[in-house]
T-cell receptor, first 117, second 113 residues
Framework: AQTVTQSQPEMSVQEAETVTLSCTYDTSESDYYLFWYKQPPSRQMILVIRQEAYKQQNATENRFSVNFQKAAKSFSLKISDSQLGDAAMYFCASPRTHQTGANNLFFGTGTRLTVIP | DAGVTQSPTHLIKTRGQQVTLRCSPKSGHDTVSWYQQALGQGPQFIFQYYEEEERQRGNFPDRFSGHQFPNYSSELNVNALLLGDSALYLC????????????FGPGTRLTVT
């Protein structure tokens, strides 16, 4: 993707509730990948979930799922049953290009998620 | 399974100095990418090393250079440091250049005074 936009600088959610983080992107590619990364205060960037654009089914990883709307170029992350450990910065990302040998990532500006006990 | 490691954790340098940051990739990985993350921003791609050569480069000046060793570890060098180079520097590794899933290290926090 050439651009990745996260329009929510901050979000908060009550513990055990559900929250959705938004991401939009722009690309001229027909096949591509999209990722959500989590960065807790420890600074380590952790892969949360990935979606391959050619797959119609939305990706799911335990409490994390995505709503992938290819036509709208939207890729939101839903966190169910939020836990205190989910508090972190969340980044939406995609490879800068899908040419062979070009897997470096382009990141959005991030959404800071606060979980309220 | 050893993950990506980076050293040092923190570093303070003076404007005009040079700095070297180090990264060891995840076991089995052969490709290393470097990112700069300014405070409050998402990471920005600096460059990528594969087979000991720089294969891709982001929009960073020549003051940023790197190296990859035969054991796949990598160094990031920054010359003539500017205050604006203060950031978290992240290293990520992958298996080959076509592997879109990258694993990140904990980063090195560089402060330039």
């Amino acid at each position: 993707a050439q651009t990745v936009t996260q329009s929510q600088p901050e979000m908060s959610v009550q513990e055990a509730e559900t929250v959705t983080l938004s991401c939009t992107y722009d690309t001229s590619e027909s096949d591509y990948y999209l990722f959500w990364y989590k960065q807790p205060p420890s600074r380590q960037m952790i892969l949360v979930i990935r979606q391959e654009a050619y797959k119609q089914q939305n990706a799911t990883e335990n409490r994390f799922s995505v709503n992938f709307q290819k036509a709208a170029k939207s890729f939101s992350l839903k966190i169910s049953d939020s836990q205190l450990g989910d508090a972190a910065m969340y980044f939406c990302a995609s490879p800068r290009t899908h040419q062979t040998g070009a897997n470096n990532l382009f990141f959005g500006t991030g959404t800071r998620l606060t979980v309220i006990p | 399974d050893a993950g990506v490691t980076q050293s040092p954790t923190h570093l303070i340098k003076t404007r005009g100095q040079q700095v070297t940051l180090r990264c060891s990739p995840k076991s089995g990985h052969d490709t290393v990418s470097w990112y700069q993350q300014a405070l409050g921003q998402g990471p920005q791609f600096i460059f990528q090393y594969y087979e000991e050569e720089e294969r891709q480069r982001g929009n960073f000046p020549d003051r940023f250079s790197g190296h990859q060793f035969p054991n796949y570890s990598s160094e990031l060098n920054v010359n003539a440091l500017l205050l604006g180079d203060s950031a978290l520097y992240l290293c990520a590794s992958s298996l080959g250049q076509a592997d879109y899933e990258q694993y990140f290290g904990p980063g090195t926090r560089l402060t330039v005074t």
